[in-house]
């Protein structure tokens, strides 16, 4: 027996968009440990209605984040195509930290949740590090990044930057070029 998910009421689907508006608004303004309740209060839905539309912090951050992880990936896709591997990769970590440093305190949510498979976040997140790992894979065949890097290793160094920028470092570029300088089979 197939089950088809049933269309949103209007209603329902206007409540879902005032959420993730809120959501995003809060994130924006307090991080992603912003109350849920005030989420829920800005977006004039009791906190109930923002349960049983995301039932855990990590789905409504998944659902605030999804079109730009779409985006991510497709660009990832895009960049596989580049005739310079390195640039490719380079452009897409670039992309990646920008990401990360959406709102405060997402590089520590994405790297908890990509070790914790049964995250929201942890399908969205192990899609992102694979498309890394498909770049990097073409930058060191290019032989323009060491060969004892891995996907996972990306995804901790931009981590690692977004982290390190909401916490004071004001110059994210910097660690950045750091960061690829290290990961170069010759420095530059």
């Known amino acids: 027996m197939t089950t088809t998910q049933r269309p949103m009421r209007a209603d329902a689907r206007r409540n879902y968009e005032r959420l993730l508006a809120a959501a995003r608004d809060a994130f924006a303004g307090h991080g992603t440990e912003a109350s849920l309740e005030d989420i829920a209060r800005s977006a004039e839905v009791g906190i109930g209605t923002l349960y049983r539309h995301f039932p855990t912090r990590r789905a409504l951050l998944e659902a605030v984040l999804h079109d730009s992880m779409v985006t991510l990936n497709a660009r990832a896709h895009d960049l596989l195509d580049s005739p310079s591997p390195e640039e490719a990769l380079l452009t897409w970590l670039r992309l990646l930290v920008t990401h990360a440093t959406t709102y405060r305190g997402l590089a520590a949510t994405l790297m908890g949740s990509i070790c914790d498979p049964d995250s929201e976040l942890y399908g969205s997140c192990a ?60 420095a530059r």
């Open 127 to 186: 899609t992102v590090q694979g498309n890394g790992a498909k770049l990097l894979a073409g930058a060191q065949r290019a032989g323009a990044i060491r060969p004892d890097v891995t996907g996972a290793d990306l995804v901790k160094l931009v981590n690692a930057i977004a982290w390190a920028s909401e916490h004071g470092e004001d110059d994210a570029g910097r660690l950045f070029d750091l960061v690829v300088n290290g990961l170069r089979t010759r």
